[in-house]
């Protein structure tokens, strides 16, 4: 089965460049998640998707926003990048109540 | 005060060894608890999953719950140096879907 795919692996920006990232969920999970991997902050939950609809964000500014699609793949979108957006974006899929399982990320670099 | 703590350590453990990990928290809405180990460069990978309070084992690993002093752990077994990794705990409230995690503590297991 395979697991949870996340693209591109790596992205260098500069600060008030916008990025896409992009995710595919474990097939048969509906729920999307996006969590920031930043250093010395751990991970926080930045957006949930079920079904196509965002169901919940963490506390980020609104210009981290997102989508679901269909077929259940997401995008995470970031406008106007900022030094500190620095990090590794994860994203986890799940099926109802059970467990998330994590991809692999996307490290960002803005310089 | 972070809703979840953990120790970030490191953490070093001769091969064999029975390892100690451990979360307190503060939300007595979390109900359910997971452990996931992280390697360089990749995703959480899910270890354990538990709801209730009590012990769940797996192989070399056990995940213990105690709801009424808000702590869990994690013990590691027969310590191996392909434990070596970073071990998170994550716990997420009844009807919601977003997990609250620890910093990570950092593990490595010396031949």
């Known amino acids: 089965e395979a697991g949870v795919t996340q693209s591109p692996t790596h992205l260098i920006k500069t600060r008030g460049q916008q990025v896409t990232l992009r995710c595919s969920p474990i097939?048969?999970?509906?729920?999307v998640y996006w969590y920031q991997q930043a250093l010395g902050l751990g991970l926080q939950f930045l957006l949930w998707?079920?079904?196509?609809?965002?169901?919940n964000r963490g506390n980020f500014p609104p210009r981290f926003s997102g989508r679901q699609f269909p077929n259940y793949s997401s995008e995470l979108n970031v406008n106007a990048l900022e030094l500190e957006d620095s990090a590794l974006y994860l994203c986890?899929?799940?099926?109802?109540?059970?467990?998330?399982?994590f991809g692999d990320g996307t490290r960002l670099s803005i310089l | 005060q972070k809703e979840v703590e953990q120790d970030p350590g490191p953490l070093s453990v001769p091969e064999g060894a029975i390892v100690s990990l451990n979360c307190t928290y503060s939300?007595?809405?979390?109900?359910?608890f997971m452990w996931y180990r992280q390697y360089s460069r990749k995703g959480p990978e899910l270890l354990m999953y538990?709801?209730?309070?009590g012990n769940k084992e797996d192989g070399r690993f056990t995940a213990q719950v105690d709801k009424s002093s808000k702590y869990i752990s994690l013990f590691i077994r027969d310590s191996q140096p392909s434990d070596s990794a970073t071990y998170l705990c994550?716990?997420?409230?009844?009807?919601?879907?977003?997990?609250?995690f620890g910093t990570g503590t950092r593990l490595t297991v010396i031949p």
């Open positions: 986890a899929s799940s099926f109802g109540e059970q467990p998330q399982h």
């Open positions: 097939s048969g999970h509906t729920s």
């Open positions: 998707y079920d079904e196509g609809e965002e169901r």
């Open positions: 939300n007595s809405a979390f109900q359910y």
């Open positions: 538990t709801y209730s309070s």
């Open positions: 994550a716990m997420i409230e009844t009807g919601a879907n977003n997990l609250f």
